[in-house]
């Protein structure tokens, strides 16, 4: 771009009337010919170098002051978030604030939009195109398919008219057949009575003939043959044939012939995902909003001493473990404790997970088993020498995540099993340094529907996200200002439909949800007390168990 040309549209900084002619490179201040005079004596104490518009350095122009007319500013306070000069800095507005050089700000603004120029030429646009090109291929491929719809209708019909027209022929057939019997049957009868007829006419001419007789002899020994006439030919009625008309009924007509399906286009059952080479393909899930104010929908009292874990068998089942060796299992809408099951080793169980298959698996910290229960019957799934067992989940694909600590205390690693065959470890970020703090903790794991392997470490006081391949996306360290401005203590830990990943915080009586890149959300506070144990149902209710109270507290907190 020509230079004079963008000066021409640029007014001097001091007058705001006239075009831009010089500039200060000191300053970084644009003049016209008549202000120079006036910048050069604003402030002596610099050396103000006036250089030609065209002339100017590459630098930054720093922003105007808001508080200060036509001062410039150099820094940025990150508490006011809002540029500073020199003499706001003179002043006690930002005093004990954290205060930054403005061309760090400018340099962070440049790197956060490069990254996303990056992301929307690398994976947003051409995900356009794709949807783009999908979407024509399904536009092709609808009007193929509607003209073929259109096709095997027309065919069906063809092949109705068809079996219609073969009926009709066969039914005028067996009429035709019927009427020539039926006629010919008259016609017999036709004959029968014509021949009668002929035989009473002479049977009259024959008696006209005698009547006329002399002799008297031959008339007493005539005889007619009345009484064979008098009984009248019998007549016959043919039965005509009846056409039972078949009722052509909207409805049952339908049936019979067939009709189209009442599947339209939605929206929401089209997926189109940003593509990641990262993340795995997320399911096509109705988009759900969170409520204003989480509510406490029911509360349930377990009757433990204290309350530990919670899972989820289905919409109204619970799991739950506290300070004993029972797990027990509730149900929600009536309250009351359905069944109850002992540990083999009668130690609490430190997590308690549930299968696809609605099978209960509980880690044994103290005799350092991963178990599972099926049919009522206890087996002993996983026993790796020299870890111990610390968490616990079931992932979308049958397998299980197992977090483990080693006997020294010095390591902690994620176990990916398929049944009881061991498949991957997760110890190490790409630095080499380990991902979890190191021996017994309160440590919880679940999966996310992008298959990311997220784990609450309260030890370390961190949400840790490594994705399927074990590489770390982020690490969650909490939200400021948290309700109780406690330190964050991550705890139980849940995902939901929608990606988000919902951690309890004890200390803070409260649940951080993130969504699934770490950027934190909401705080749910809804009354809770000490939250340990989380889990989601299929209807992303939440439920908590509280530490201290021992009730279980469903929560809905997406509508």
Same mark, same amino acid.
């Given at each position: 771009?020509?230079?004079?040309?963008?000066?021409?549209?640029?007014?001097?900084?001091?007058?705001?009337?006239?075009?831009?002619?010089?500039?200060?490179?000191?300053?970084?201040?644009?003049?016209?010919?008549?202000?120079?005079?006036?910048?050069?004596?604003?402030?002596?104490?610099?050396?103000?170098?006036?250089?030609?518009?065209?002339?100017?350095?590459?630098?930054?122009?720093?922003?105007?002051?808001?508080?200060?007319?036509?001062?410039?500013?150099?820094?940025?306070?990150?508490?006011?978030?809002?540029?500073?000069?020199?003499?706001?800095?003179?002043?006690?507005?930002?005093?004990?604030?954290?205060?930054?050089?403005?061309?760090?700000?400018? %340099?962070?603004?440049? +790197? $956060?939009?490069?990254? /996303?120029?990056? *992301?929307? !030429? =690398?994976?947003?646009?051409?995900?356009? &195109?794709?949807?783009?090109?999908?979407?024509?291929?399904?536009?092709?491929?609808?009007?193929?398919?509607?003209?073929?719809?259109?096709?095997?209708?027309?065919?069906?019909?063809?092949?109705?008219?068809?079996?219609? %027209?073969?009926?009709? +022929? $066969?039914?005028?057939? /067996?009429?035709? *057949?019927? !009427? =020539?019997?039926?006629?010919?049957?008259? &016609?017999?009868?036709?004959?029968?009575?014509?021949?009668?007829?002929?035989?009473?006419?002479?049977?009259?001419?024959?008696?006209?003939?005698?009547?006329?007789?002399?002799?008297?002899?031959?008339?007493?020994?005539?005889?007619?043959?009345?009484?064979?006439?008098?009984?009248?030919?019998?007549?016959?009625?043919?039965?005509?044939?009846?056409?039972?008309?078949?009722?052509?009924?909207?409805?049952?007509?339908?049936?019979?012939?067939?009709?189209?399906?009442?599947?339209?286009?939605?929206?929401?059952?089209?997926?189109?995902?940003?593509?990641?080479?990262?993340?795995?393909?997320?399911?096509?899930?109705?988009?759900?909003?969170?409520?204003?104010?989480?509510?406490?929908?029911?509360?349930?009292?377990?009757?433990?001493?204290?309350?530990?874990?919670?899972?989820?068998?289905?919409?109204?089942?619970?799991?739950?473990?506290?300070?004993?060796?029972?797990?027990?299992?509730?149900?929600?809408?009536?309250?009351?404790?359905?069944?109850?099951?002992?540990?083999?080793?009668?130690?609490?169980?430190?997590?308690?997970?549930?299968?696809?298959?609605?099978?209960?698996?509980?880690?044994?910290?103290?005799?350092?088993?991963?178990?599972?229960?099926?049919?009522?019957?206890?087996?002993?799934?996983?026993?790796?020498?020299?870890?111990?067992?610390?968490?616990?989940?079931?992932?979308?694909?049958?397998?299980?995540?197992?977090?483990?600590?080693?006997?020294?205390?010095?390591?902690?690693?994620?176990?990916?099993?398929?049944?009881?065959?061991?498949?991957?470890?997760?110890?190490?970020?790409?630095?080499?340094?380990?991902?979890?703090?190191?021996?017994?903790?309160?440590?919880?794991?679940?999966?996310?529907?992008?298959?990311?392997?997220?784990?609450?470490?309260?030890?370390?006081?961190?949400?840790?996200?490594?994705?399927?391949?074990?590489?770390?996306?982020?690490?969650?360290?909490?939200?400021?200002?948290?309700?109780?401005?406690?330190?964050?203590?991550?705890?139980?830990?849940?995902?939901?439909?929608?990606?988000?990943?919902?951690?309890?915080?004890?200390?803070?009586?409260?649940?951080?949800?993130?969504?699934?890149?770490?950027?934190?959300?909401?705080?749910?506070?809804?009354?809770?007390?000490?939250?340990?144990?989380?889990?989601?149902?299929?209807?992303?209710?939440?439920?908590?168990?509280?530490?201290?109270?021992?009730?279980?507290?469903?929560?809905?907190?997406?509508?």
């Amino acid at each position: 771009m020509d230079p004079t040309s963008t000066s021409a549209h640029m007014r001097c900084d001091l007058c705001n009337t006239a075009v831009v002619q010089m500039g200060c490179d000191t300053c970084l201040v644009n003049l016209c010919k008549a202000c120079v005079g006036e910048h050069m004596t604003s402030d002596e104490s610099k050396e103000h170098k006036i250089v030609r518009f065209t002339l100017r350095k590459s630098s930054p122009l720093y922003p105007f002051c808001a508080s200060h007319i036509k001062k410039r500013c150099e820094m940025y306070c990150n508490q006011c978030d809002i540029p500073v000069c020199a003499a706001c800095l003179r002043s006690d507005q930002h005093l004990g604030h954290e205060l930054i050089k403005i061309l760090k700000v400018l %340099d962070e603004k440049k +790197k $956060k939009i490069i990254k /996303e120029q990056t *992301e929307l !030429k =690398n994976t947003i646009y051409p995900n356009y &195109q794709d949807i783009a090109s999908d979407v024509q291929n399904r536009m092709r491929q609808l009007k193929k398919e509607h003209e073929d719809l259109s096709t095997a209708i027309t065919k069906h019909g063809e092949d109705w008219h068809r079996e219609i %027209d073969k009926l009709v +022929k $066969k039914l005028k057939d /067996e009429v035709d *057949e019927m !009427k =020539n019997i039926q006629f010919q049957t008259l &016609q017999n009868h036709m004959d029968e009575i014509k021949k009668k007829i002929s035989d009473i006419k002479d049977e009259i001419n024959s008696i006209e003939r005698l009547v006329n007789y002399i002799d008297i002899t031959k008339l007493i020994n005539v005889t007619t043959n009345i009484e064979g006439y008098k009984n009248s030919p019998q007549i016959i009625e043919p039965s005509l044939p009846k056409f039972a008309l078949g009722k052509i009924e909207g409805d049952e007509f339908n049936k019979m012939f067939g009709g189209l399906s009442s599947s339209l286009l939605e929206e929401d059952k089209l997926d189109y995902s940003m593509k990641s080479k990262e993340k795995s393909p997320e399911a096509s899930l109705p988009f759900k909003q969170f409520i204003d104010e989480p509510e406490i929908i029911t509360t349930l009292n377990t009757n433990y001493h204290l309350l530990y874990n919670v899972a989820c068998l289905n919409d109204d089942e619970i799991w739950t473990t506290g300070q004993d060796s029972t797990i027990k299992l509730f149900s929600i809408s009536q309250g009351s404790l359905l069944k109850s099951i002992a540990t083999k080793s009668e130690y609490r169980p430190y997590d308690i997970a549930v299968t696809k298959n609605g099978d209960l698996v509980y880690v044994d910290t103290m005799d350092g088993t991963v178990n599972i229960v099926k049919n009522k019957k206890i087996q002993k799934m996983v026993r790796k020498k020299s870890w111990i067992p610390n968490g616990a989940c079931s992932t979308t694909s049958g397998e299980f995540l197992f977090i483990m600590y080693n006997n020294d205390n010095e390591r902690t690693q994620v176990f990916r099993y398929h049944g009881s065959m061991e498949k991957q470890s997760i110890e190490l970020d790409e630095e080499g340094k380990p991902l979890y703090s190191s021996g017994p903790a309160g440590r919880c794991i679940t999966e996310n529907r992008n298959l990311d392997i997220c784990v609450s470490d309260n030890k370390a006081r961190a949400v840790v996200v490594v994705n399927q391949a074990g590489k770390l996306r982020f690490r969650y360290t909490g939200h400021t200002p948290a309700p109780k401005n406690e330190p964050f203590s991550p705890q139980g830990i849940a995902t939901d439909s929608q990606g988000h990943i919902l951690t309890a915080d004890y200390i803070n009586d409260c649940v951080h949800i993130i969504d699934q890149d770490g950027q934190f959300l909401h705080y749910i506070h809804c009354g809770i007390s000490g939250p340990l144990g989380l889990c989601i149902d299929t209807d992303d209710s939440l439920f908590v168990a509280e530490y201290r109270s021992k009730q279980v507290k469903k929560i809905k907190f997406l509508m």
